[in-house]
């Protein structure tokens, strides 16, 4: 797949891209890395405020955020208030404008 990847990069750089598409940014791109996200303000508690359970979140990332992915390559773990996630940038991207906008229509609930 890296091969595929590759040449087609490099034909298309024969075309115009910059230079700086190589082989190594996309490598780098798909490299598995750990991000820690922090959910004390997220609605993962129980009612009583006292239990920390980020379960229903994660499956919603797990069905948003790339599903083929999750157990092989990427994985989750919920830690006290923060959820440590491992998998490549595009899912984090993926993944922050999720809880971002979790976030977002959690703080408008709130306000009305």
């Given at each position: 797949?890296?091969?595929l990847i590759v040449f087609a990069?490099?034909?298309?750089g024969i075309q115009g891209l910059?230079?700086?598409?190589?082989?190594?940014t996309i490598a780098d791109a798909e490299k598995v890395h750990p991000r820690t996200y922090r959910l004390a303000d997220l609605p993962v508690w129980s009612q009583d405020g006292k239990t920390f359970n980020a379960t229903i979140l994660m499956a919603y990332l797990k069905?948003?955020?790339?599903?083929?992915a999750?157990?092989?390559a990427s994985?989750?773990?919920?830690?006290?208030?923060?959820?440590v996630?491992?998998?490549n940038s595009a899912n984090h991207d993926a993944i922050h404008d999720v809880i971002e906008q979790l976030r977002e229509?959690?703080?408008k609930a709130a306000v009305r």
């Open positions: 797949m890296t091969a990069c490099a034909f298309v910059p230079n700086s598409v190589t082989a190594d069905a948003s955020v790339d599903p083929n999750w157990g092989k994985t989750m773990a919920p830690y006290t208030e923060f959820l996630i491992s998998t229509s959690t703080t």
